[in-house]
């Protein structure tokens, strides 16, 4: 089946500190993928996407590559701020259907000063 | 700006009462879902519209039922909820041509 497996958090780090967040999927075909950010008490915003292989999506200093041999999109952001303390979720669309969306189950990120 | 609204933002009900959340969007996107979002879980797809056609989920409970009266508005209806039925539910839609889904702030539903 389709499916999407996250790094377990909470991760905290201080202020400035290297980003990492594992994302791992199986599926059929070819999906695009996603980072998805949700702030508390707000929805999901997108981050960032990428629709096919060796693609490298970014935003607000965030990137992610899509890589087909390893089935990964880790997610990656040099110097983090105190503002980029939210949840993040790695998604998977389905192609076929109605291209719903498959997520992990989530990362909470908490920035310290 | 806005252009995925959720009301109310925050929802209480009682077991058994039946309640509706609305979602509305300024974007006139062919698709719109619903999703249930447990505490600590991802966003979990219980079905969706695409234009006036409805297609729900294989797993979704029959206790949660969906309208879209016009492209604007869609509506979730839980006919009698249960504790397990607390949770924040997401309302996104998705142009028909794009890959991008567009969500709402939430509502949060609280069961007693």
């Known amino acids: 089946g389709n499916s999407v497996t996250q790094m377990e958090g909470p991760v905290t780090l201080s202020e400035e500190a290297f980003l990492t967040i594992n994302c791992t999927y199986t599926?059929?075909?070819?999906?695009?993928l996603f980072w998805y950010v949700q702030y508390p008490g707000e929805g999901l915003q997108l981050l960032l996407k990428?629709?096919?292989?060796?693609d490298k999506g970014s935003n607000k200093g965030f990137e992610a590559t899509y890589r087909k041999e390893t089935t990964s999109f880790h997610l990656e952001k040099g110097s983090v701020q105190v503002s980029d303390s939210a949840v993040y979720f790695c998604a998977l669309r389905l192609i076929q259907g109605a291209q719903k969306l498959v997520f992990g189950q989530g990362t909470r990120l908490t920035i310290n000063p | 700006d806005a252009m995925v609204i959720q009301n109310p933002r925050y929802q209480v009900t009682q077991f058994g009462k039946p309640v509706t959340l609305s979602c509305s969007q300024t974007l006139n996107h062919n698709v719109m879902y619903w999703y249930q979002q447990k505490s600590s879980q991802a966003p979990k797809l219980l079905f969706h519209?695409?234009?006036?056609?409805?297609?729900n989920e294989a797993d979704t409970p029959d206790n949660f039922q969906s309208r879209r009266p016009n492209t604007s508005f869609c509506f979730l209806d839980i006919r009698s909820p249960g504790l397990g039925d607390a949770a924040m539910y997401l309302c996104a839609t998705r142009g028909a041509s794009t890959d991008t889904q567009y969500f709402g702030p939430g509502t949060r539903l609280t069961v007693l």
């Open positions: 519209y695409y234009d006036k056609d409805f297609n």
């Open positions: 990428a629709t096919k292989a060796d």
């Open positions: 599926a059929t075909g070819y999906p695009s």
